[in-house]
């Protein structure tokens, strides 16, 4: 949402693209929809083919239908699909597509050297819920084209933010509704990527080097308050 303010870009406009169908893909799904984007493609694991393949409907994926011919490897049944209108692509086509927005949601090593230049000229934004899955050698050329990355030790960070939000409750001894945990995540998110930004603007580097120098920097601070350096 705020990198798409910082890019100009309207997110009822946009379309993505995601790999994988596991907890973390539909969840970066479900977020994204709800909020007024459209995915167009999903690529996911068939566990009796033992092969990738990407389902794409161009007027955007219905979650809930495909969430429910979904086998429990997170694996989308191929004849329901292609009944309910979607096209079975080979595997790595989620990486062509032309869409605004990337979101590799399931392995490392996923944008290579080798086929980060099929990344189609559309594409503005590529947000790493997976850990890891663009390589360095594939970063340089992201980076030359202008593609705005949000590093995966920063897009994915709501999942230990919300295991210290579990020890804050704990240590309270009370406990908060869901949506409280999702309005505080959000505050703390936010604050998280708008940090990153600055950082991005003001040490004229890309997004992950900007986040891995405030990163560092914070431990080498709580370190030093700490009295261990």
């Not at 790999?19 to 167009?40: C, D, N, P, T």
């Not at 945990?181 to 950082?199: F, G, P």
């Not at 120098?213 to 350096?229: E, F, L, N, P, Y």
Request: charged share 25%.
């Amino acid at each position: 949402r705020e990198a798409l303010n910082e890019l100009n870009l309207s997110l009822k406009d946009t379309l993505a693209s995601v790999q994988g169908f596991g907890s973390v893909a539909r969840h970066a799904i479900e977020l994204y929809q709800q909020i007024g984007g459209r995915v167009i493609s999903v690529a996911c694991w068939d566990q009796s083919d033992q092969a990738t393949y990407t389902y794409r409907k161009k007027e955007g994926i219905n979650y809930p239908e495909l969430l429910a011919i979904t086998d429990p490897f997170g694996g989308i049944d191929k004849r329901k699909a292609l009944e309910l209108g979607y096209e079975i692509l080979p595997g790595e086509a989620w990486i062509e597509q032309e869409v605004d927005i990337l979101i590799p949601a399931a392995l490392e090593n996923q944008i290579t050297s080798e086929n980060v230049q099929q990344i189609h000229p559309r594409v503005k934004l590529v947000a790493e819920a997976a850990n890891g899955p663009t390589t360095p050698e594939a970063d340089p050329v992201i980076n030359e084209r202008g593609i705005f990355v949000i590093p995966d030790f920063l897009a994915n960070a709501g999942g230990v933010t919300c295991s210290y939000f579990e020890q804050v409750q704990s240590n309270m001894n009370y406990y908060w509704e869901k949506d409280e945990v999702l309005a505080r995540l959000d505050v703390k998110m936010t604050a998280a990527y708008l940090d990153v930004n600055k950082k991005k603007k003001k040490s004229r580097q890309n997004t992950r080097d900007a986040a891995y120098m405030i990163a560092v920097s914070r431990v080498a601070q709580a370190c030093k308050d700490r009295g261990w350096v």
